[in-house]
């Protein structure tokens, strides 16, 4: 089935394929085992990347649920969330490996879909997270509803420069939901609820911090009355402080929001030169995708949605114990 971010209806689960107990491919250097026996449950997760802290932090809660139901996982991604060839060779492998369910975050929601269907021939259910594939075959996804996270980052912005002025997007991906929602929730709220505010550029940097950063500095320079920047990712974000600092800018010359977590975001925030940020909650992506596959794996029902929730956070809040809980470095 497709996903909104109204979806809630529970779905009907597929039936269990064959218990799978073994190493993960060599596809990846960062995929995990929990060391299983021929009795235990092996689910096999792929992720978009471990280009950014966001999915080590998703890998940190699927093994905590994975060791709390005694079951095996592994956990894979690309070197980065561009590479979605080596991504569908991780999927096909899982699949070839027979488990009893698979985890999945798409990077390219129509290039996935072939492989879902050799997936259903399999008889081996697929549990989403993240972003889904633009199949009929997932069964339930576990993500943060990004539209609402992207109208929270305008909302802010909006209140930061005053309610005028001229901002801009240094976007992740024009390709998958996350970056897609992200930008359109942020662009859908200020053109409904700030008719002062002009969205004046976006443009997309892969998520990666060195072009997000390239393409700041060309938005700044052409558009002298830019205030403020919002990047919808962890490396979109961090390119963007970068920019500001290689520029000389000030702590507040230039309203900057960002989205995730990590070390920089975090240290950009405590020293001003970012305003704030939306944070998801990645343990509990992780934690909520094994949980449903497991339950899938088990012939039980799933959600059609798990919205595991969108935060702001800043200088004012940063050490609050529930936005503490949220952040990741």
Not at 127 to 147: H, K, R, V
Not at 159 to 186: K, W, Y
């Amino acid at each position: 089935m497709k996903y909104g971010r109204k979806a809630g209806i529970a779905a009907t689960a597929a039936v269990a394929a064959l218990v799978f107990a073994g190493c993960s491919s060599d596809a990846s250097d960062t995929a995990t085992d929990s060391g299983s026996s021929d009795d235990e449950m092996y689910i096999a997760l792929v992720s978009k990347g471990f280009q950014h802290q966001f999915w080590q932090a998703v890998k940190t809660g699927a093994e905590e649920k994975a060791d709390e139901l005694g079951i095996t996982i592994t956990f894979e991604g690309p070197a980065s969330e561009t590479e979605v060839d080596a991504q569908l060779q991780m999927l096909q492998t899982a699949i070839d490996k027979e488990p009893a369910a698979i985890g999945y975050a798409a990077l390219d929601p129509e290039a996935c879909v072939p492989l879902y269907e050799s997936a259903e021939a399999a008889g081996i259910p697929i549990a989403q997270f993240d972003a889904p594939c633009n199949s009929e075959y997932g069964s339930s996804l576990s993500a943060t509803d990004s539209m609402v996270a992207g109208a929270l980052a305008a909302d802010h912005m909006a209140e930061l420069i005053g309610g005028s002025g001229e901002v801009a997007i240094v976007g992740h991906s024009q390709i998958n939901s996350t970056g897609i929602e992200r930008r359109d929730g942020f662009v859908e709220r200020i053109e409904s609820e700030y008719p002062d505010i002009e969205i004046v550029d976006i443009q997309y940097g892969d998520g990666d911090h060195l072009k997000s950063a390239d393409i700041a500095k060309a938005m700044i320079a052409a558009n002298p009355n830019l205030a403020g920047l919002y990047g919808t990712n962890e490396g979109s974000a961090i390119g963007v402080v970068n920019a500001a600092n290689e520029l000389g800018l000030e702590p507040g010359e230039l309203t900057i929001i960002g989205f995730d977590s990590g070390a920089a975001q975090i240290n950009a925030i405590k020293d001003g030169t970012m305003a704030g940020a939306i944070t998801q909650d990645p343990i509990g992506i992780g934690k909520s995708v094994v949980e449903a596959a497991y339950n899938l794996a088990n012939g039980e029902a799933v959600e059609d949605f798990y919205d595991t929730g969108s935060y702001w956070y800043d200088a004012n809040n940063i050490d609050d114990p529930e936005i503490a809980a949220v952040l990741y470095d």
